[in-house]
């Protein structure tokens, strides 16, 4: 089986929120994805792992999360500041 990296930018800081927001996406996602290696962001729904690691940019929060996320491992969050945007990029790589 194989994997697509996927991942959503989130302008806030807000936990929470992005969660909240996560957890809307990825129901949609199973939904009109399927449950089952659709390569979509459905198979990250659950838990997000939180990584405030700061990047100067939403591009490098990315890399950030395509570098260290594993395949079957929760959803993996990284913060960016970018100017007066702070915010997360959650996903990672999704089973297909």
């Known amino acids: 089986m194989g994997a697509i990296f996927n991942a959503v930018k989130f302008e ?17 996602s199973l939904l009109e994805d399927g449950y089952s290696y659709s390569g ?9 792992s ?16 395509e570098e260290h996320h594993d395949k079957w491992e929760f959803a993996l969050a990284a913060s960016f500041k970018d100017g007066q945007t702070k915010g997360w990029v959650v996903g990672g790589w999704c089973s297909s």
């Not at 806030?12 to 949609?28: F, G, I, L, R």
């Not at 939180?50 to 999360?65: G, H, N, Q, R, T």
């Open 12 to 28: 806030t800081s807000d936990k929470k929120e992005v969660q909240a927001q996560w957890n809307e996406m990825t129901s949609k």
């Open 40 to 48: 979509e962001i459905g198979m990250l729904a659950g838990e997000i």
């Open 50 to 65: 939180w990584k405030d690691v700061k990047k100067s940019s939403a591009e490098l929060a990315e890399e950030y999360v």
